[in-house]
């Protein structure tokens, strides 16, 4: 149900266009201002804005709609917050609409290897990381990890939320340089990950390992003939690898779902 849920949202959020109202998180940041009057501990004040929907979505699920075990209704509500919780916009339509750069804050002068940083960073804070705690803690997770990507890109951003959100995506690192290596060529990916991993790097969530494979896979991509000549090259190029690194990562879903049953 879970792989199901994971392709229906991740459609809907690639062909439906999102409403504005569903991509406004104001609220967490009127809610988090106020905590911030009455709270000094900021790790306390990140828990406190994430405890309030999640609370309240626990609250609607079980005890006023009473959607308790994986019913009809239980389904289509994992498909809704997924399709709330993916993006805000898609990665494609900003490149449609060369609007990219703007979005993920990069010059247009960018290098190649910035590019490919900010749309690695992109996806896994709007795809892969809502996939992963999606899979670890259903839908809790999702909004969790949504919420928590909201907080770091506020006004009201603290250093704290960046280490929380940090921590959160570090294992999401991990498991897409291993969809990377398994969707292009997986020794020579391997081997240019390796050269970054390290207790050292571990310890301190130092996810250049990623970035290095990115730029490594996206350097020897074959580049579709459609898109040849076209602008935004390394944009379309990044897009495709992710793309192959998002297949592998379903690929590990569906083998978690016949495992355990989810």
């Known amino acids: ?20 109202w569903l991509r406004n998180f104001s609220w967490v940041d009127q809610w988090q201002h106020k905590l911030t009057e009455a709270v000094e501990s900021a790790a306390l ?13 626990w609250l609607l699920f079980v005890h006023i709609l009473g959607v308790t075990t994986p019913r009809i209704m239980y389904f289509v509500i994992n498909i809704v917050i997924l399709y709330i919780c993916l993006g805000p916009a898609t990665l494609v339509s900003e490149i449609d609409n060369e609007s990219i750069h703007t979005a993920l804050n990069i010059s247009p002068e960018a290098s190649p290897q910035e590019v490919i940083k900010a749309m690695t960073n992109a996806a896994l804070y709007r795809w892969f990381g809502v996939f992963f705690w999606y899979v670890v803690l259903g839908v809790y997770g999702a909004l969790a990890y949504r919420l928590a990507c909201h907080l770091v890109s506020s006004k009201n951003n603290e250093p704290f939320n960046q280490h929380a959100l940090q921590v959160l995506s570090y294992p999401v690192t991990l498991l897409m340089t291993v969809s990377l290596a ?48 076209k602008a935004q090259i390394t944009e379309r190029t990044t897009y495709t690898v992710l793309k192959r690194m998002l297949v592998v990562w379903l690929v590990f879903v569906a083998l978690l779902v016949l495992f355990t049953k989810g």
């Not at 149900?1 to 504005?20: C, N, R, S």
């Not at 004040?45 to 979505?57: D, E, G, I």
Request: aromatic fraction near 14%; proline fraction near 2%; glycine fraction near 2%.
């Open 182 to 229: 398994l969707a292009s060529d997986f020794e020579k990916v391997w081997k240019q990950a390796k050269q970054y991993i390290s207790m050292e790097t571990i310890r301190s969530m130092n996810s250049q390992f990623l970035y290095e494979s990115m730029d490594y896979a996206v350097e020897n991509c074959e580049i579709e003939s459609k898109d040849e000549g």
């Open 1 to 20: 149900m879970k792989l199901l849920a994971i392709i229906i949202a991740f459609g809907l959020y690639h062909y439906v266009e999102k409403p504005a």
């Open 45 to 57: 004040r990140w828990l406190l804005v994430l405890a309030l929907p999640l609370f309240l979505c």
